[in-house]
């Protein structure tokens, strides 16, 4: 599938331009279905980070605007890819996500339109082992991700969960990108024990101390906040054990901050 003017005349775009910017590490799994997913694009952007499998020769069938680069952290990452562009604006997306055609219609819609939001919250529909979640803080998960070139810049300094900073308003698309975040429980374990580590670690170094009641507290404080509050219970057995185990890897989170404690 080709990128560019041509596609842009097809689709009847106004003068406004879109690059599709996604960055990869590994995703031959996913990265074919992503790009065809956003093939009306004008460009398509991939900033692979050393990939040692087919992620990046799969990305090339789809677009020549392929870029490896080492990994220098989420944001840096998704600022280079920002610049390879040349259009006006950017639709930021992970390797494992998908752009349906309702929401390609309203992406298209809302950049043929000059508006004075510089940026769109997009909802995400998180697919857990095939079947997508309801409530429990998982839809609709707005992502920032449709940004005015010029206007929004990601800040580095933070490694994991970067921050989009705008020079103007941001706004509300309605249709939901899809994400496909993971297809197995073993995925979904060794995930969130790189995130329980991640998260001790943040504790540890704000002067946060395990205590005996974290252990009970914590796991069932946020079990209530998913279940109850943000209306898991909405998505059924599904959602009951997705929030389950996410209110295990809190009591993780505060044993691994138990042992970094002990360490200092």
Same mark, same amino acid.
């Given at each position: ?113 000059? *508006?004075?939001?510089?940026? !769109? ?6 697919? %857990? /082992?095939? &079947?997508? @979640?309801?409530?429990? =803080? ?71 101390? *395990?205590?005996?009641?974290? !252990? ?6 946020? %079990? /209530?906040? &998913?279940? @109850?509050?943000?209306? =898991? ?32």
């Amino acid at each position: 599938m080709l990128f560019g003017p041509a596609r842009a005349v097809a689709l009847n775009l106004s003068s406004m331009r879109i690059a599709a910017v996604v960055i990869t590490k590994n995703e031959e799994r996913n990265i074919e279905a992503c790009l065809r997913s956003v093939h009306w694009a004008d460009e398509a952007i991939v900033v692979d980070a050393c990939s040692e499998d087919r992620t990046v020769s799969l990305a090339r069938r789809h677009t020549d605007k392929v870029f490896i680069r080492p990994w220098p952290g989420f944001g840096p990452q998704k600022n280079y890819g920002i610049d390879q562009a040349a259009a006006d604006w950017i639709l930021i997306l992970d390797a494992d996500e998908r752009v349906p055609e309702a929401l390609r219609d309203e992406i298209i819609a809302t950049i043929r339109h000059p *508006a004075v939001q510089v940026g !769109f919250e997009i909802p995400r529909r998180n697919v %857990f /082992y095939g &079947r997508p @979640i309801r409530g429990g =803080g998982l839809y609709p998960d707005y992502q920032l991700r449709l940004l005015r070139r010029t206007q929004a810049r990601y800040d580095s300094g933070h490694p994991v969960h970067e921050i989009v900073k705008l020079a103007g308003a941001a706004g509300y698309l309605s249709t939901p990108l899809i994400h496909i975040n993971y297809e197995t429980v073993t995925e979904f374990i060794a995930k969130q024990k790189y995130y329980a580590a991640y998260d001790a670690q943040g504790l540890a170094a704000a002067g946060v101390r *395990a205590k005996a009641r974290h !252990f009970l507290l914590q796991p069932l404080r946020h %079990f /209530y906040w &998913r279940w @109850i509050q943000l209306a =898991g219970w909405r998505g059924g057995w599904h959602s009951l054990r997705l929030s389950l185990l996410m209110s295990y890897f809190e009591y993780e989170k505060y044993r691994i901050l138990a042992n970094v404690n002990h360490q200092c």
